[in-house]
């Protein structure tokens, strides 16, 4: 299902998320990796429509075999690039339902759509689609910011207001749902409250390198328990220094692997669908966030493989 | 009205266009340079919002003597730096009517417009804000590209379709207007056509390079005559050499000092306004877009003390 | 104050530090942020003098609630920017006077001046004119280098010299002043001793490292109890990961988070006045250092904000 | 045969050259677009090894009519991205072996290859292919160096010596073929001498722009008559300025409008194959060199449709 | 034996490593620093070939004391700057030779090699070099790969296969040798498991972190013991925010904070040979990675100067 | 006298000009060449301190034999690099000294200087040098600004008034001296006037390109006559486009073969001094401006060997 970069070097050949085959067939995928080039939901640095175009290029370095979880993942699950959602720039409506189309029909099929950005708006359609299938579903949300605004600057629908549209047209369970990461100056005191006010539990940076990962990683599990989870990943979430290629970056963040280490421990958990998301190239350096967005997406493939073999603790 | 250079080091100072006074005072003002950081309307390499920032900050080179026409632009003509339109990034007809209300109101106390964009899409509030003051104007067009789409994508206000809704909504009046600059790939044989079909008359690069400037600057003179004239510069009519830092590089254009030798040669048209578009910061190299973009805004501004002088031939 | 976010996009205007109001006057103000481009005392890798306009430009991501301390800083402190004093490139001794001059007068209006470097050649004046109004005073250095030499290269008036001419010339009180972060390979061993010899405490990155945040925040507050206090950061304090763009980076420095922390658990300081410096952009990747340097002048301001509350601890 | 941009954005699915469809199917196929990711035999700026993947990207901006032969290329030829031959770095011999596989494969079955390199060392590869199927074949080189040595540094296949093997191993009939572009200092004064004693004629950068672009396109097609042509671009034959992005960059060439008038101009000539090559996009700038290579391409696609439809004079 | 700082400013002169005098002399000398500009074994990122000239360039910043150790390096040890082996670029064998008989007449002379690649593929003529002269050696690896395969592509001899070759042929005593620093994705579940059965001791980044530096330093030490050691450091074993600028990055590693400190606590380990490989300067942003390197070969040289000085513990 | 690239490949070793031998031995030398890493001189963007090392970085790809003049410049004349003069940062009138002391050396040794700046303040004391040795010399000078203010803020040292002074102290004839190139926008109408005032003759950008290069060489040739002649290069003289990387860049100037073209063409005048200035990397792209600054300095050392050789008509 991928190349073999033991036969072919990995310099060779049109690149895929990790050389994985593209197609559109569905038929026994496990999951669908799909690229959303959409970013008409970002108020200030511009430039993650090219995010998917970005990453697929440099994950050709990752590699099957994931050592924390001992799993060939792509023996455990199928996987395979289903190419880009057909977005269209300047327009969210039309963007948004055509993801929606596309992504009801990938999970009509019972394939799990791990999705890379594209700026947060695009969140929505994956939660309503998601939503739509799997019902009430719980967020585990990694970002420097809650992105629970009712609007910014009048608009209803962009980077900052996914997460609260969610939980109101009811496709997000608020109350087995967390945000992690969130920290920086703030335009209210509302920012933080309204997530915890719309029932969300809230783990701000500070909190999570006082509290140590695997106390993070204790109440994330606790908090959502076995429900059907859609995990989301903002790269701004780890310090610029890490991700310097990203819309809003937030000074003062955790480690690439504070967070490499983070999923990886969420092994158990019930995935139903996944993003990684603001990959902005344009403001990246020697592709050290393209990496890490691909590595983060590597990640998320091995929870799903590790819960499908039944293996997490 | 401008920060005197020889006595205030170039470095030192919040940049504004050519170290103007930032006012929104309009009283005894000639020309309001104003910024319109709006890129929604771009279909391809987004980032344009940041052009009038980057333009203001290497346009602190700038002098305030134009020696071609051996003239004090700033003793001849009160310019102001008005500071930008509020357009809010994602929402085009809300920015497309702030632009226009500020625009309204700037041409209202007599005052011409200089804008810096931004992506093409917004030179069309420009437009109906100068056509509705002055009647259907003649346009002088300089870009790759005709931008005379009916549609992009099922968008009709973006950065192909501005100069045909301009004609279409009877702002401009295409029988005394020119497109000069176009070259490239086309998406099909109306591209060009379809400029000619609207009434415009249209000058290729390579027309523009065999017949040579003087003659092009003649037929654009004869074209506009004694009309009202928004003058209109799309960075990316020159080779991308001179201009890497756009939305749309057409590679193959003329030089830099090509055009800055056409406009300097059209001293005597009778400009109400201008525009300089399309300067993507994100991909240009030491600055030279920007600082080309800048130098072609303080052509203009000596074109219209020009001919407020009643000097031009 | 500032220009609200939520009303007028951050892409929107010209950019003044946190979107201040840009003016000098000094009337009820409480802090004014002062840029000063000046770096002819940068003997390695010059461009500090962009320092200011490159933190202003990214400095408009920050928003006036600072998490940390509970406050809206602007509605607790009247700030203003300034603008740039007039330093003239190449010329110390005519630059330390403007400065002076600009500072004193400040001052003289009881207003805390709040500066963006520019190389620390240009701490001295700050040193001066805050040493002329409160008499000795304390001193918080954060920095990877002591910059107590007598003379680098035969000159006393540069990058590497400031600390210890304010303690010469009676302004800095270095029996109660702190120098935390210095690392890295030393011309002379002499480097750290001379600090000692003129009477600072000094703490390593090692040490810092070894210690804990916590640890040297206690020391520091003892060091400089209720005097009157100039803090002084250099970005070369952290990691070159996590500022790159800088004079002369030093590696195995701490985390942006480490300093963040520390500068927040400093409330209850009584700052008399601050500066952050040595921001080069040009070494900078995806404007992290800048946004770094723009994030630790905010910290100062809620530190300032804190303390006219009256609700540090 | 190509994704419609009209219909599919262009920041949308993966890049293809010009958005043809990826396949190794040939029936019925013109043109096979070739990438060679392989760099081994550069002596100097490495990293040509990602010019397929860098040209395919920027590629998506071209559309398929071109105007100056006024015909839709894509409507006249069936033109496929058969992506790209399987090299080994470090391994010449190996990966030389494999692109003449490749190659060998896609003309026995009646279709052109357009490649994009990778250095010059794989020109020979491509000569001995289409030596091999069409006999002595005619060569015309867009180049700033003849690459005609016998070694360098003691390397018998490298970026140096291509067009001499060519002509050794009896693929290159030097006698209609002809070298156009040349300039820069030497290492002796055979470096010229050694490309007439083959027997090829040569004009230099200076001659060119002498003599004039329609004289030299004369020369070309006189030199060439009706034999079998094999079109070979090396990316740094036009001024650095232009393409920053190759090998062995070298000062004072033509400009961009300069060589793909010529490359327009040679309509009529019978092509069997084509390169593109030396885009090493880790020099470039804004994409423009990048675009250039791809634009070179999309020329050279038109002069292979307009000589199918038997239009050229 | 190096340019006084203190009276020749940085920026003055021909770059040395550290200033230090540019000579082939080898009497009475300790350590020779000699770049090994080879590249032609990297499968991914190309470019390696220009680190020794990015290292020598930033490292005018490093100053002769080192303050861990409190040693003025060469006050105890005479260090020169011995310039490059001659590699040819392309051609693996003949540059192993070249190498070789460099290092061979330089460790005949007592003299221990510092080199700076280049790519890890010539690991090999170090080893050999530095095995021939003293028998079998213990190896301290420092890296997030093992590069301990038989072959890669094939080719037996690149900068995934060294460490293997070095056991194979005899050079390296595995039983006495350890490897420090592995993370990220697998081709196959051997290439952790191929460096035990060499015999290896494996440290990974998570068992880093997890058990801490002092930790590892005593395992390093009791490892290797009072043997000769030949100690490697790749760079790519930090976390690519500390150094992007590397051949193939790997997402999560240690700090440069980390990697420095184990350094400075390897004091008393019997060096008699080092290298520091893999800077890769066309993806590195504001020299971080290169003056990091610089730093790690101070590091090394410190550790040298106090073995000779018999001061370790 | 300079390293066989054909022997040692132009990756290895440290970088000399040409790879010339680094000495400064001068018995039998012809031509020194002097870097000059001055640019306390710079108003606006500065760096042009790391001029000569960059020069030196890209000029091994230059060759011994210029074409042009068909000969080998080192067979006909001995040219050594001698390294750096030892400039202080920030101190203008202690670097003046050092380098006029260096020059005053070389010059006493009957040697020419081809200095490589820094910024065109450092042109001061090279005019002083061979004005004192030569008695008053005839000044060829390129560079679109003409540098005779008689201070900018103040400073009478710095890059705007160079030849101001030269005149004013007696070193050049300003009678038989030539400014060409000059364009942009003026402070105040005596920028250009004054040149005329100090008896320059002077030719702007347009004139140039009106009158076309031959006839410009024409008029240099007859102004300067058979005197000894200082010929001036600032970098900025050709369009940004061909020199991003300067202090002040000015749009709209003439190609980088334009300027070849004109320097080829001076074959015959006596040189007894030159200088290449105002590199600044730092704005540099794909190293371009780099490699025409060596390709100017290549040139000009052709020119001193045709005179030698008697060869020019």
Redesign the interface.
């Known amino acids: 299902m991928s190349t073999d970069?033991?036969?072919?070097?990995?310099?060779?050949?049109?690149?895929?998320f990790m050389r994985l085959t593209?197609t559109q067939e569905l038929a026994g995928v496990d999951v669908a990796v799909v690229?959303v080039?959409f970013?008409?939901?970002?108020?200030?640095r511009?430039?993650c429509?090219?995010g998917p175009?970005e990453i697929?290029?440099i994950s050709v370095?990752?590699?099957?075999?994931?050592?924390?979880h001992?799993i060939?993942v792509f023996d455990v699950c199928k996987v395979v690039?289903y190419?880009?959602?057909?977005?269209?720039?300047?327009?969210?409506e039309?963007s948004f339902a055509a993801i929606e189309a596309e992504l009801d029909h990938i999970i009509a099929n019972g394939v799990k759509p791990l999705c890379f950005g594209g700026d947060n708006s695009i969140s929505l359609p994956q939660i309503r689609s998601l939503g739509r299938a799997h019902g009430p579903i719980s967020l585990i949300h990694l970002d420097a910011h809650t992105d629970t605004w009712d609007d910014?600057?009048?608009?209803r629908h962009?980077a900052a207001t996914s997460y609260r549209r969610g939980v109101e047209e009811g496709w997000i369970d608020a109350s087995t749902s967390i945000q992690v990461g969130m920290r920086?100056?703030?335009?209210?005191?509302e920012?933080?409250r309204q997530s915890i006010d719309l029932g969300y539990q809230l783990i701000?940076?500070?909190e999570m390198?006082d509290a140590g990962i695997d106390e993070v990683v204790g109440r994330i599990k606790r908090r959502v328990g076995r429900n059907k989870v859609f995990l989301s990943v903002d790269m701004d979430v780890v310090?610029?220094?890490?991700a310097?290629?990203v819309q809003?970056?937030e000074?003062?963040?955790?480690?690439?692997?504070d967070i490499?280490?983070l999923l990886r421990r969420l092994a158990g958990v019930n995935l139903v669908g996944a993003e990684v998301m603001e990959l902005n190239h344009?403001?990246?350096?020697?592709?050290?966030t393209a990496?890490?967005a691909a590595?983060f997406g590597?990640e998320i493939l091995a929870l799903i493989a590790v819960h499908k073999q039944g293996k997490a603790g």
Chains 1, 2, 3, 4, 5, 6 share one sequence.
């Open positions: 970069s033991l036969k072919t070097p990995r310099i060779c050949g049109l690149p895929t593209h690229g080039p970013d008409t939901g970002s108020p200030y511009v430039g429509r090219f175009r697929r290029s370095l990752l590699r099957p075999i994931n050592p924390y001992d060939d690039d190419g880009d959602a057909t977005v269209i720039p300047g327009e969210t039309r910014y600057l009048g608009v962009n920086g100056s703030l335009f209210s005191r920012d933080i701000t940076t500070d390198l310090d610029p220094a890490f310097p290629g809003i970056p000074a003062g963040g955790p480690s690439a692997h490499l280490t344009l403001y990246d350096s020697g592709e050290i990496l890490l590595t590597a």
